[in-house]
């Protein structure tokens, strides 16, 4: 009896050992569905949909992108969340869902922290500060003045509550010390459209929707919220270089269900890796504005900590909240 109990548990440890290689060298056997949690045809939808088509190229089988929007990323996580972790079901998603949501929702139907399993940052989106034409502002420095001029009357505009270009704002509003007064929208078309129309001063957005305008001189790009000045907008200064330290950027990341396999887990990474190095690729979104990433596996999912940390401070400080 007990040698048979012996050789049933080594079995059995055995095939746990060999499970992990074969499920990876398996891995996609069926379709894949990539979950956008936000409006088809934005750079979120566009981004996924790019990382689909090489996936299935790669693989020979297929990668679907299904549009879920709503609650700020947070139904379309949700789907996710609560997915089988066999990596069939993937969320490709800009950051609320992931690092933001968790700060400004009183109740999430998930815990961010614990439900995904990070594969890889797909692309990093400048943010730049634009202003309408009629404002007297030619950099960060001029619009700080006007603001501080008239506490409280300078509106600026957001894509909606807990957004990261909401976010930006609130950031330079802490940093710079001014009183200025967010305007949420429900997205950035039409908040952008009101700053076409002078109805609010300024406000921050990502690259792929202000370039064009800015191009067309419907509006003036002063700054760029990230590290460094932007290959789109090389004369552009950065926010940093008048509010040392400042640092705002949008990015997609792509995650899976919290318990998926850890070989399912590398394959992806690997895969999205390669497919990021490609020229097609890199040109393509440079085209949009963005930037390959690079930071995959767990040192993806330490950069999501850090950026929950760090937004978390903000939105405690703003007040912001969602029931």
């Not at 045809?41 to 549009?67: C, H, M, P, Y």
């Not at 034409?133 to 501080?148: E, H, Q, R």
């Not at 990230?226 to 400042?246: H, I, M, N, Q, S």
């Not at 990021?276 to 504005?289: I, Q, Y």
């Amino acid at each position: 009896m007990y040698r048979y109990c012996r050789r049933w548990v080594l079995a059995v440890c055995g095939a746990i050992l060999l499970s992990g290689p074969t499920l990876a060298q398996d891995y996609p056997s069926r379709p894949v569905k990539i979950i956008v949690p936000f409006p088809a045809g934005g750079s979120n939808d566009i981004i996924a949909r790019i990382v689909a088509q090489k996936l299935a190229e790669r693989s020979g089988q297929t990668f679907v992108v299904e549009n879920r929007g709503g609650a700020g990323g947070n139904i379309g996580a949700e789907t996710v969340a609560s997915a089988d972790p066999d990596g069939y079901t993937l969320l490709l998603t800009a950051p609320p869902p992931l690092t933001i949501n968790g700060s400004l929702y009183k109740k999430l139907p998930f815990d961010p922290a614990k439900a995904f399993a990070p594969v890889a940052l797909i692309a990093s989106v400048p943010i730049v500060l634009v202003v309408n034409p009629s404002v007297p502002a030619k950099n960060v420095g001029d619009l700080i003045a006007l603001a501080k001029a008239k506490p409280g009357t300078m509106n600026f505009g957001s894509s909606g509550i807990g957004s990261t270009n909401h976010l930006a704002g609130e950031l330079l509003k802490s940093m710079a010390g001014i009183d200025i007064v967010h305007v949420p929208y429900r997205g950035a078309a039409p908040a952008m459209n009101d700053l076409l129309a002078g109805q609010i001063p300024f406000m921050f957005d990502n690259m792929p929707a202000v370039l064009p305008q800015v191009q067309g001189k419907a509006i003036n790009a002063i700054a760029v919220a990230g590290a460094k000045r932007a290959d789109a907008l090389p004369d552009v200064p950065t926010v940093a270089e008048t509010v040392a330290g400042f640092e705002a950027s949008s990015w997609f990341g792509l995650v899976a269900p919290g318990k998926t396999p850890a070989p399912v887990l590398a394959k992806l990474s690997s895969e999205v890796e390669t497919i990021l190095k490609m020229p097609d690729v890199k040109k393509r979104l440079a085209e949009l504005g963005a930037e390959p990433g690079t930071v995959f596996g767990a040192a993806f999912g330490q950069f999501m900590t850090d950026e929950t940390a760090k937004w978390g401070k903000i939105i405690k400080a703003s007040g912001a909240a969602v029931d």
